[in-house]
């Protein structure tokens, strides 16, 4: 096989959950366009990718986790088994935006925690359960963040309204080490699980209808090695590495996509 064959997904299908946000939309595109067939799962169907050929959309609301088993079984019937299940959602509480240590609550904590890791735990996992019991040798690519690595650093907050988040590292630095634990166990049955930690993405807040100012996207740009924040389009291509043969060795791992930020 030629090593351009080995990026190559034709006839694979890719279960996208989360596929509408800004990063998705990215990575259902990229799927879509190395050949894979994409089933985008979101609330809402971005207007970017529907008219993508190789791109479906699926309705479901992660806030109804407890029916994700049964919603699976009935959207397998209709699209086949998925051979790749990426997790970028970012489902959060209302209370997200004021989540800053100032003024987080313990009830902010506990929901957002339970929103957004316990997803990412529980949707792998039955997707991993079901590529056993079907012998797929599937690979799972769970979204963390370099915040899951590194604290948020103040300095990048003073005199701005957009404030640190007290639950974002403790989320994401769970989905990481879940990513670990799920490798370990799941290896036996060829099934291979990777984690993607993108930097700052320039782009609209989470929780919020505005972008971030120009102050904070200096001051984050000034600290990365690259100089300027990341894009979507920075983190699809990597997706497909990971979804591809060509990393066909490689599982437990977490692919820092940054600009050098956690290097200093």
Known sequence: MKYSEKFKLEKEIAFVLGGSGTIGNEICIALAE?????????????KL??????????YFNIKNLKNFENFLKKITLKHGI???????????????????????????????????LNSYVWSARVIAELMKKMKVKGKIIQLASTYGMVGQDPELYRGISLKENAIYSSIKGGILNQTKQ???YYGQYGIRVNSVSPGGIQGKI??????????????????TPLKRMGKPSDIAPTI????????SYITGSNIVIDGGWTII
């Open 182 to 184: 799920m490798a370990a």
């Open 34 to 46: 190395a050949g894979a067939k994409v089933i985008n799962i979101d609330i809402k169907n971005n």
């Open 82 to 116: 998925p051979k790749i299940f990426v997790n970028c959602s970012y489902p959060y509480e209302k209370n997200w935006s004021s989540s800053s240590f100032q003024k987080v609550s313990l009830n902010s904590i506990v929901n957002n925690t339970n929103l957004h």
């Open 240 to 247: 497909i590495f990971l979804a591809s043969d060509a990393s």
């Open 49 to 58: 990718i529907k008219n993508e050929n190789n791109v479906k959309f699926e």
């Open 206 to 223: 989470a929780g919020k209808k505005n972008n971030q100012s120009k102050k904070f996207i200096q001051r984050y740009s000034k600290k």
